[in-house]
Antibody, heavy 114, light 111 residues
Framework: EVQVVESGGDLVQPGGSLRLSCAASGFYDIYWVRQAAGKGLEWVSLIETSGDTYYANSVKGRFSISRENSRPYFHLQMNSLRPDDTAVYFC????????????WGQGTPVTVSS | QSVLTQPQSVSGAPGQRVTISCTGS?????????VHWYQQIPETTPKLLIY???HRPSEVPDRISASKSGTSASLVITGLQSEDEGIYYCQSYDGSLRGVVFGGGTKLTVL
């Protein structure tokens, strides 16, 4: 069974940094999607199995997605955090050949506040 | 303001049919990019219902279907059941934004 498990969410001050991790059961296209309280889904970033990376305009230049070569761990490095980055961050496995997410983690909460 | 527009809410009685629309533009749905659909029950994670415009994962019942035409897409649920209550999101890719885009979500209420 394919699984993805997020970790690393925390309370951080504005301007601070945080690294989220996603432990997957294999090397897949991995998405990060966030959801602020009471709001809809917002795509954040994607790393394909090819290594190509993509970012939403709202996080471009501040967030960086990466993966480890030796094990299926994926990371989202978040810098220059702002209060509007506050959300639950979900990691998800992509559907092969489609820009869709077939397996979602439980999410990890990030709060940016002083 | 979401790039993909969905109605805020729809409702139907048990056993009825409901349709949820998703309207985009020439830079996303109308540009030939696939549409995908998710269901999110409150306090749970999203669940993929449809990918590639009309393909259902094996665990999704066949009373759930979807289609795409022009700059819009639709999700249809027939034989409505109480377990169908939740928020439904459409998703596509936008060539101008060069990234994934979601609709704002539609709350489905089973009366």
């Amino acid at each position: 069974e394919v699984q993805v498990v997020e970790s690393g969410g925390d309370l951080v001050q504005p301007g601070g940094s945080l690294r989220l991790s996603c432990a997957a059961s294999g090397f897949y296209d991995i998405y990060w999607v966030r959801q602020a309280a009471g709001k809809g889904l917002e795509w954040v970033s994607l790393i394909e199995t090819s290594g190509d990376t993509y970012y939403a305009n709202s996080v471009k230049g501040r967030f960086s997605i990466s993966r480890e070569n030796s094990r299926p761990y994926f990371h989202l490095q978040m810098n220059s955090l702002r209060p509007d980055d506050t959300a639950v961050y979900f990691c998800g496995k992509g559907v092969s050949g489609h820009w869709a997410i077939e397996t979602w983690g439980q999410g990890t909460p990030v709060t940016v506040s002083s | 303001q979401s790039v993909l527009t969905q109605p805020q809410s729809v409702s139907g009685a048990p056993g009825q049919r409901v349709t949820i629309s998703c309207t985009g533009s020439s830079s996303n749905i109308g540009g030939g990019y696939d549409v995908h659909w998710y269901q999110q029950i409150p306090e749970t994670t999203p669940k993929l219902l449809i990918y590639g415009n009309s393909h259902r994962p094996s665990e999704v019942p066949d009373r759930i279907s979807a289609s795409k035409s022009g700059t819009s897409a639709s999700l249809v649920i027939t034989g409505l059941q109480s377990e169908d209550e939740g928020i439904y999101y459409c998703q596509s890719y936008d060539g101008s934004l060069r990234g994934v885009v979601f609709g704002g979500g539609t709350k489905l209420t089973v009366l």
